[in-house]
């Protein structure tokens, strides 16, 4: 039997008879705010310190039964022991990654008498990102992250786990590591450690190909902190080689060995307090939430730009008709803007907060007001006249420029527009240049390219013209982008860099 006390545990069957038997934590559901779980083991003991450690990796590296080795070693287990704990089931860790309901969750492990390290400790299994849930499932994690980042206060360390043969990151993986990284500021670089699993008696492989991508975490000598687990061992004891006894209590005790490491590690890391990791989590969902409302006004502007271009090219072509002021007809393409859909969250829009500017047209928050449809930009095709457009200058500028000069001054302001729309979602990306850990979230001419994209698929009336201006559009963002790499100073980033 365990030395603690029964009540703690839930004693479940061993896989074969010559197998340890297994206990499971029992576990107190504990009140929580957010769209996460706490769960607590044993009673909160006041005086002793707590560390807060988070796991965190690609789905299928392993997190779930390191989480269970460390609570092996926590908790004593010896290798003849007939005993075993479990924090977490395995097999309905495996459902829940399969769910489209995976949180994070928090386990409170309470110090008591018994326990191979000095304090509590806080565990907080993270939902693994890349799984088939697909991208727009780990943007929802990405979104809990925020969440849950508000409701602490600090943390001691982040576990990397990552599957120790990897000697190359494949796209998949660098997608994860981007995703993860992405979520924090500068200052928790040297609070990331790396837990290489599935590792034999060598270095693992995986430490060399994330040295070569530059990984952000902390550095002994130049290589990043790791530390290796096989855990194949932790359950089972069967064997029928001959010989085999002996290999799996070797790999039992360097099981315990990397364990203790890892926790003597721990004592010596400086709590972080998550702000840099909070503001970047802020303004990541601000800048998403602004690029898509700036989309569709610099959508709007281009299909303006194209029809201005189209008149344009109608007055050219009646050149001597307006010089005799005789009016003709013309066909041109508009864009109007029609009710299309119920959008029920509309009023939850989080472009603004009390207090502050709306981040797409920069009005207060007074300025507006919320509407239960939204509005689509409809192409349609109607009749002008000359005499019309004509007069619509006249009365607007009551000036004596011609109307071509007009209409190319109109195009010039329109550009303008485009421009300043550009550069404001520009100003939100320097920011996370300068704060975030890993600051590569999608440039403005991503942006401008998803909006190619989806013309291409639409193929609406007058989509070649726009696709046309839009890659203007695109050529000027870009060079907006260059300009502003390059006025980046050595002495601006070095002022942000962590010390190693």
């Known amino acids: 039997m365990p030395p603690f006390t029964s009540s703690l545990f839930e004693q479940k069957e061993p896989a074969a008879k010559s197998d340890p038997t297994k206990y499971e934590l029992k576990l107190l559901r504990l009140h929580s705010e957010g769209k996460y779980k706490r769960q607590q083991f044993g009673i909160e003991n006041p005086h002793k310190a707590n560390k807060v450690m988070m796991m965190v990796g690609e789905t299928g590296s392993g997190k779930t039964t390191l989480i269970n080795t460390l609570i092996n070693f926590i908790l004593g287990v010896k290798w003849e022991d007939k005993y075993r704990y479990r924090l977490i089931n395995e097999n309905k860790s495996i459902n829940a990654a399969l769910s489209r309901t995976s949180e994070i969750t928090i386990y409170q492990i309470n110090h008591m008498e018994g326990f191979t390290i000095p304090h509590s400790l806080t565990i907080i299994d993270t939902p693994g990102f890349g799984s088939t849930e ?8 990405a979104q809990q992250f925020q969440e849950f980042f508000n409701s602490l206060d600090r943390i001691n360390a982040i576990c990397f786990v990552v599957k120790s043969s990897c000697n190359r990151l494949t796209s998949t993986q660098r997608y994860v590591f981007d995703s993860i990284l992405s979520m924090f500021g500068k200052d928790i670089e040297q609070n990331i450690v790396i837990c290489a699993t ?59 060995q990397n364990s203790h490491r890892m926790f003597d590690t721990l004592k010596v890391l400086d709590p972080n307090t998550l702000y840099l990791t909070k503001e970047v989590l802020s303004e990541r969902n601000v800048l998403e939430i602004t690029m898509e409302g700036l989309l569709p006004k610099i959508k709007e502007i281009a299909l303006k730009q194209h029809e201005l271009a189209k008149t344009e090219q109608i007055v050219k072509q009646h050149q001597e008709d307006c010089k005799n002021d005789i009016d003709f007809e013309y066909e041109v393409k508009e864009t109007i803007k029609e009710k299309k859909r119920f959008d029920p969250v509309a009023a939850l829009c989080e ?33 002008k006249t000359y005499k019309e457009l004509k007069e619509r200058y006249e009365k607007a500028f009551n000036d004596k420029l011609t109307t071509e000069e007009h209409l190319k001054k109109e195009m010039e302001c329109e550009e303008d527009s485009v421009m300043e729309l550009i550069g404001r979602a520009a100003q939100w990306l320097q920011r996370l240049h300068a704060i975030a850990l890993k600051p590569d979230p999608p440039t403005v001419s991503d942006y401008i390219d998803l909006l190619i994209r989806i013309e291409e698929q639409e193929t609406q009336p007058g989509y070649k013209e726009r696709i046309d201006t839009l890659m203007k559009v695109k050529g000027k ?24």
């Open 351 to 383: 472009v603004f907060t009390w207090g502050r500017n709306c981040t797409v047209c920069e009005h207060n928050a007074g300025s507006h007001y919320r509407e239960n449809h939204v509005w689509e930009n409809v192409v349609v095709t109607n009749k």
């Open 134 to 141: 697909g991208r727009e499932q780990d943007r929802h994690k």
């Open 198 to 256: 599935y590792a034999d008696i060598c270095k693992p492989t995986v430490v060399e190909a994330l040295n070569e991508v530059q990984f952000p975490c902390a550095k002994r000598d130049g290589i990043p902190v790791y530390f290796k687990f096989n855990s194949c061992v932790l359950y089972t004891k069967s064997s029928e080689e001959e010989g085999d006894e002996d290999i799996s209590q070797t790999i039992f005790k360097q099981l315990k």
């Open 477 to 500: 963002a870009e060079n907006l982008h260059l300009l502003q790499f390059k006025a980046r100073r050595p002495e601006a980033i070095e002022a942000h860099r962590v010390p190693q």
